[in-house]
């Protein structure tokens, strides 16, 4: 089974408004971290967001936060007034267990494209 | 903040040489890295864990003779392909997770990733 679910290949918005990535995941660990990163074409990974399995309030940072139900395994990103340079791909991703250097697992992604 | 820094961004090779990809921690002290592997469009796939010291640890699938990894120091990770093939073509990725944060929020660092072409 996958541990990492990202359903939609693609995704398309217009300029200013708000979209949202889906992500689903499956883990055994009571402590894990999620993670959302931006990968433009020129493949680097860029940091966006990041949520702790114990974190009470969902994450945010600047136009991005992460809408995290815990009891549905669902950690969606939204991106608030989309900008064309938000035209990217995004991965979402976990790190299972309490220790800092576990391996990512990754999303299979979802192509964000921002139209004006 | 904390740096990766990854070279060759870009690397072009005949078949059947070897080429050598380096992944360093810039400021601080990195006792695993990861080297994923990605295909256009695809997502990146876990390939094998450096450590520091010791034998790399691969994932299922991955050829150990064919990717060479190497961790000799707390800073460097270098990843070699060997006798490679057009189907080697690829972009890699190296990441180290930053084990002495304070936090345990984002501590993972990417480097730039490289692009090899096999031809």
């Known amino acids: 089974a996958q541990k990492i679910t990202q359903t939609q290949p693609g995704m398309f918005v217009q300029e200013k408004e708000a979209v949202t990535l889906d992500c689903t995941y499956d883990?055994?660990?009571?402590?894990?971290?999620l993670f959302w990163y931006k990968q433009p074409s020129s493949g680097e990974m860029i940091f966006l967001i990041y949520q702790g399995s114990y974190d009470e309030q969902n994450a945010t940072e600047g136009r991005y936060s992460l809408n995290f139900q815990k009891a549905r395994k669902s950690a969606n990103l939204v991106i608030s007034a989309s900008q064309l340079g938000d035209s990217a791909m995004y991965f979402c991703a976990m790190r299972e267990g309490s220790q800092a250097g576990t391996a990512l697992i990754f999303g299979k992604g979802t192509t964000l494209s921002v139209s004006s | 903040g904390a740096v990766v820094s990854q070279h060759p961004s870009r690397v072009i090779c005949k078949s059947g040489t070897s080429v050598k990809i380096e992944c360093r921690s810039l400021?601080?002290?990195?006792?695993?890295m990861f080297w994923y592997r990605q295909f256009p469009k695809q997502s990146l796939m876990l390939m094998a864990t450096?450590?520091?010291?010791?034998?790399?640890?691969?994932e299922q699938g991955v050829e150990k003779d064919k990717f060479l990894i190497n961790h000799a120091s707390l800073t460097l990770s270098t990843l070699t392909v060997t006798s490679a093939h057009p189907e080697d073509s690829s972009f890699y990725i190296c990441s180290a997770p930053r084990t002495d944060a304070l936090f345990f929020g984002n501590t993972i660092y990417f480097g730039e990733g490289s692009w090899l072409t096999v031809v």
């Open positions: 450096s450590n520091e010291g010791s034998k790399a640890t691969y």
């Open positions: 400021d601080f002290q990195a006792t695993t």
């Open positions: 883990t055994s660990d009571q402590s894990y971290g």
